[in-house]
């Protein structure tokens, strides 16, 4: 059986990287995997969304509705709506909690989301839910990190471990930059 | 850090994980390809991102973008006859702005060999329809290959590349916007350099180059043939593979992602049918489908879009008298959007209502029904946008009776609330020449339409020229921001710089005052009171009339400030106990930086808020604080 995880949140949240992450430390243990981004105009503070498929009888690089078993969320609307379509019942979910409040929200057309309405939707989708918030990070692009970390500490992904997600970010960034992302991932992975 | 611009020029095989829009500029590369050309536009841009990553000295082909898919058509068109193989690629309505080129290429002896690589969009993801450019691949005979995965792009771009070159002909690449983004590990080939030979090869004798009149017919005729020897060379090559699950009876019939979309939905079938995927399909390899049809009681053609493979497989069961069952679209939803694995499982399970047996007939278990819906959230405007002072500022000006017409770009998105500017879209270029239309016979509604800067160049100065050529009284509002922001910061003809290095930029004023345009205004847009001022004037002149609004993008402007040392963030702060509560932050200028929260309150959302300041001015209660310094030990 394969292992979906759905990854949810907003433009310029940093998605395309916990992504790529993810993808390269699941391929350095040894998975076979596909993935896709969506983003459409996400640069313009759209929905973004990142599909990653770990096994051998995966085709399509689009997880099917419902078949989630682990979503991840950097922004508290965009992890409901996932809630909502993707998650399989009995799967976790984990989410950063930052709010980007969407527009009908803005204009008073919408209430704005409590964490109680989803964790009553959790419970009734069976669904495990992981709060994340790191409230010393200065850096908003680096919450991918502080998820990144938690992803490891809980091993929430199957045969994927430490060494495999060090090495996913050795292949992508280097210098300062991955010093600093090292340095959040590494906090979060014991925190 | 590994690096794709080393990767993609490395001599010895490898494998790496890559999308499908960079595993294409590893093909390129192989395949000896000389001139590439294009036009930024969803879902292509990383294949851009990914030959930019190759140094310039390293590059072993010279690319551009040009101003206009059509441009970049004949630019790769034109070294195609030199001798260098080329190739052009865009986004699927690219190929419209193309066309007039597009459809003449199959006429002509390309002997270097032309790629065409469309990057079609089901679904419209990003694009303003979801049009099957088959069709006109079709209407210019020109063969299509449609790859299903990022491995598939990689070796149909070299199998197209190869018979481009070999027959002297366009060959089209048809990905689509999830061919293009998919990610996976493709196993690459050697690459063995050749030497750039920059002998310029064009001979007229080679030709005819001249389609004019009857001269057209021997070219059609070549044009028709050579399509016929590559369906020749389909019936044996190895373009399609057959998948044997041991069923006589159930065939599917497919192509491109919907083949791996069929895959996925067949997970949990019954009884799998065999499967037919096509990796040509223009034309379609007539043996391997007779035959598939002949071994099949049923066969289900599952295809995204139009019927036009349906079409083919049905006139091939026609006329070889095959005693087939063919199952293609029936309702208007198998014409739309993306078949993805759940909308290839609904039109199976409909069509095919025994494949699944019983137990999958059930509610799947997603569809139980939560409340409250998640609030839609549409893309917006970024922090600081000068297009947001400019849609604030100038819908002061605007009377509620008054038509503005869109145009392609960031500025698009004004047609959302709160702004409403912009009631009609169409394409790139459009607005002048419909604002046009739309100002004849009355005065009473005044008629605006919007550009911007890099559509101004793209399409946008025919219908320019058509407004001062038939004296339409329109206004037309420039908005500038020195780039093709939507897509990813393209430079353009106004930008100083192209791709490879640094040009000299064409004034937007300076081409307007040369093509005869009187009235010219502007301003950048965080004067947001001049802005309104210059409106009103232009829209009392009764003539044509100019404004241009600018302000360079501030994604593209913060992402440079953020990489230069000794760089500060900023932000504005709300001064509670000023603030009146009129929302006018949050709900009419629109900044995403402000939050309306459950107790009325408004807070700015510290992980947006740019400190661009531009908002300060808007509040009537002067309640938001100039923008400060965020000390660097401060929590985001």
Not at chain 1, 90 to 102: E, K, N, R, V
Not at chain 1, 146 to 164: C, E, T, W, Y
Not at chain 2, 120 to 146: I, W
Not at chain 2, 494 to 520: C, H
Request: net charge neutral; with cysteine.
């Amino acid at each position: 059986m394969g292992f979906n995880v759905y990854m949810c949140g907003v433009g310029g949240q940093g998605i395309g990287m916990l992504s790529e992450v993810l993808l390269r430390a699941a391929d350095h243990a040894g998975f076979r995997v596909k993935a896709v981004d969506t983003h459409g105009l996400a640069q313009r503070g759209g929905v973004v969304v990142s599909h990653l498929r770990i096994g051998d009888d995966v085709f399509s690089p689009l997880i099917p509705e419902g078949q989630a078993d682990l979503v991840i969320g950097l922004e508290i609307h965009e992890a409901f709506r996932a809630l909502q379509y993707m998650q399989k019942l009995g799967s976790t979910l984990l989410f950063y909690h930052a709010c980007w409040q969407p527009l009908p929200v803005r204009l008073g057309q919408d209430q704005p989301l409590g964490l109680e309405t989803i964790e009553d939707a959790a419970r009734e989708k069976r669904v495990r839910v992981f709060i994340v918030r790191d409230p010393k990070l200065t850096d908003s692009r680096m919450q991918n990190m502080v998820i990144l970390g938690q992803i490891d500490r809980l091993q929430m992904i199957p045969g994927i471990s430490k060494a495999h997600y060090l090495s996913a970010m050795e292949d992508l960034m280097e210098g300062g930059m991955l010093t600093e992302n090292r340095g959040v991932f590494d906090q979060n992975t014991t925190a | 850090m590994k690096s794709m611009g080393e990767m993609l020029i490395r001599e010895v095989a490898f494998s790496e994980i890559v999308m499908g829009n960079t595993a294409l500029v590893r093909a390129m590369v192989e395949a000896g390809t000389r001139v590439v050309t294009s036009y930024p536009g969803s879902p292509t841009p990383e294949v851009a991102e990914a030959i930019g990553s190759i140094p310039p000295e390293k590059r072993p082909f010279y690319f551009e973008f040009s101003t206009n898919e059509k441009v970049a058509t004949e630019v790769a068109y034109g070294a195609g006859l030199n001798g260098h193989l080329s190739t052009v690629f865009f986004k699927s309505v690219g190929l419209n702005v193309a066309a007039d080129t597009f459809v003449q290429l199959s006429l002509m002896n390309i002997i270097g060999g032309m790629v065409v690589v469309l990057g079609d969009d089901p679904g419209a993801n990003s694009s303003q329809n979801e049009q099957d450019n088959r069709h006109l691949a079709m209407m210019a005979y020109v063969p299509v290959f449609e790859p299903s995965s990022p491995t598939e792009v990689y070796r149909y771009y070299k199998i197209a590349a190869q018979l481009a070159r070999d027959k002297a002909m366009p060959v089209i690449l048809r990905m689509t916007t999830h061919v293009c983004h998919a990610k996976e590990r493709v196993h690459f080939d050697a690459y063995r350099p050749s030497p750039l030979d920059p002998t310029p090869r064009f001979d007229p004798a080679n030709g005819p180059y001249i389609p004019i009149a009857s001269a057209v017919f021997p070219m059609k005729r070549r044009a028709l043939e050579r399509l016929q020897s590559i369906a020749a060379l389909a019936d044996d090559a190895d373009w399609h593979k057959f998948i044997d699950h041991g069923n006589s009876e159930l065939g599917i019939l497919t192509a491109g992602l919907p083949f791996l979309s069929a895959m996925d939905a067949l997970q949990s079938a019954s009884r799998k049918p065999d499967m037919l995927n096509l990796g040509l399909v223009y034309p379609i390899p007539r043996k391997a489908v007779a035959s598939f049809l002949k071994t099949h009681r049923r066969v289900h053609v599952i295809e995204e879009l139009d019927p036009i493979l349906e079409t083919a497989v049905r006139t091939i069961a026609q006329e070889e008298d095959i005693a087939v069952h063919i199952y293609g679209k029936t309702i208007t939803e198998d014409w739309i959007g993306e078949y993805t694995p759940d909308k290839v499982k609904r039109i199976l399970q409909r069509q095919w209502p025994d494949l699944y047996g019983e137990t999958l007939q059930e509610t799947p278990p997603h569809a139980t029904q939560i409340t409250p819906p998640v609030p839609a959230r549409p893309p917006q405007l970024c922090p600081g946008c000068g297009h947001r002072s400019a849609f604030y500022a100038i819908g002061k000006a605007l009377q509620e009776k008054d038509i503005t017409v869109a145009d392609i770009g960031c500025h698009t998105l004004g047609f959302l609330p709160p702004y409403r500017i912009g009631q009609a879209l169409m394409c790139m270029g459009a607005s002048t020449g419909i604002a046009s239309g739309l100002s004849l016979f009355q005065s009473e509604r005044k008629v605006i339409a919007f550009l911007g800067d890099s559509t101004l160049f793209h399409a946008g100065l025919p219908g320019i020229l058509n407004v001062l050529f038939n004296r339409h009284r329109i206004t037309l509002i420039v908005m500038e921001n020195g780039t093709t922001a939507m897509t990813g910061h393209q430079d353009h003809a106004g930008s100083g710089r192209n791709f490879n290095k640094p040009t000299d930029a064409v004034s937007i004023r300076n081409l307007l005052e040369g093509m005869g345009v009187q009235y010219i205004f502007e301003t950048d847009t965080y004067q947001q009171a001049v802005l309104t001022d210059l409106v009103r004037k232009a829209l009392d002149i009764d003539a044509f009339s100019v404004v241009i609004a600018r302000h360079p993008c501030m994604l593209k402007f913060m992402r440079e400030k953020r990489r230069k040392p000794g760089f500060q963030r900023m932000r504005v702060s709300i001064d509670a106990s000023v603030c009146r509560k009129l929302y006018e932050c949050v709900a009419r200028f629109g900044c995403p930086s402000f939050l309306r929260e459950a107790d009325g309150s408004v807070r700015i959302q510290t992980d947006l808020c740019i400190g661009d300041g531009s908002c300060v001015q808007t509040c009537p209660a002067g309640a938001i604080r100039k923008p400060e310094i965020v000390p660097s030990s401060e929590a985001s």
